[in-house]
């Protein structure tokens, strides 16, 4: 028999949801038998909190939304929504240069540039609207003000940030029109062949893994790095490992990472696009460094200032973890 309803609880760590599965309920799928015995909660959603490990019967906590269905009473605890607008958070940050128009930072690796699924705190607009205040843009939307570009989470780098909606609207014709030098630094699988040259092909999501760009003949936006060897390391007739300066024509997502790759010369360090591991004096030197991200740094941002029409160019030297890398790369 169904149970009239889920006997709701709430505190400040959230909602708690008791659903009671009798005998007759017993016996089908899990995460489909909740759902159908309460109007509170989705099936994908009680699927999410299943995986969360926020659904338990008696001391046990359920992991298999796939599993069978027992009688008993179901506890899901429903944690509170997320704020609509992200939290101004005291986080430190390596300023570079800043006016009353726009401030430009150097990003460490592991901080994501705005908050999304899985990084609703930490990242550079939490720190930002500590920083600035309410002195932000607001064209780049609620979660992202200020925000004319991004790079990845895990690369390092230089980045510049809107502090009026004219520096915004200035800037993101800048980037539009591609008048913007970008210079990145790459640790590299190997070397490039031949040691300088562009790479060029469009890039859209991968077909078979949604959460992976790849480059595709049709469809897709068109890309173009120019890449070139600063160094090699290792044997000189067949290279470990190198150091690669790039520039971008475009700026598409992943879209270095991507095109060394297809090189068969994927960044150190990086668990989307590598191919495979790299040999096993690289391997030791990465973890001696400390490397744990993709060896892959904005090293030049330089631009027109949008309100000044200063012409501004801003460098930051690779962090710790690769800067020690190539000290270990070297000594090959």
Not at 72 to 78: A, L, N
Not at 81 to 96: G, Y
Not at 134 to 148: D, H
Not at 183 to 210: K, N, Q, W
Request: contains cysteine; charged residues 20%; negative net charge.
């Amino acid at each position: 028999m169904a149970s009239e309803g889920p006997d709701i609880e709430e505190d400040d760590a959230g909602e708690f949801l008791t659903i009671a599965v009798g005998a007759g309920d017993a016996g089908g799928r899990l995460d489909k038998t909740l759902a159908g015995l309460t109007e509170a909660l989705s099936r994908a959603r009680i699927q999410a909190l299943i995986a969360e490990g926020k659904v338990g019967l008696g001391e046990a906590v359920l992991t298999d939304p796939s599993a069978k269905a027992a009688a008993g009473d179901y506890r899901i605890t429903v944690p509170p929504p997320a704020p609509a607008e992200p939290l101004s958070e005291p986080i430190a940050l390596d300023v570079l240069f800043e006016d009353e128009f726009l401030i430009v930072v150097n990003k460490p690796a592991g901080m994501a540039v705005h908050p999304a699924p899985g990084s609703t705190s930490g990242t550079l607009v939490n720190a930002l609207l500590h920083h600035c205040g309410s002195s932000l843009s607001g064209v780049g939307g609620v979660a992202r003000p200020g925000i004319v570009h991004r790079i990845d989470k895990d690369t390092s780098g230089v980045l510049v940030v809107a502090k009026t909606d004219a520096a915004h609207q200035g800037l993101s014709k800048l980037f539009a029109a591609h008048d913007i030098d970008r210079a990145y630094m790459a640790l590299t699988r190997g070397a490039p062949h031949p040691a300088r040259g562009v790479i060029e092909g469009a890039i859209a999501r991968s077909a078979s893994d949604r959460k992976k760009m790849a480059m595709v003949k049709t469809g897709g936006r068109h890309a173009i790095t120019h890449y070139a060897v600063e160094r090699q390391f290792g044997p000189e007739a067949r290279p470990t490992a190198a150091q690669v300066a790039l520039t971008l024509e475009t700026g598409r997502t992943h879209q270095i990472r991507v095109h060394l790759a297809s090189k068969g010369t994927p960044c150190l360090g990086d668990q989307t696009y590598g191919s495979g591991p790299p040999a096993e004096p690289v391997r030791a030197a990465m973890t001696a460094a400390g490397l744990a991200r993709q060896a892959l740094h904005a090293r030049v941002l330089g631009f027109v200032h949008p309100v000044t029409w200063e012409p501004m160019r801003f460098e930051a030297e690779p962090p710790a973890d690769m800067a020690e890398l190539i000290v270990l790369l070297e000594a090959l």
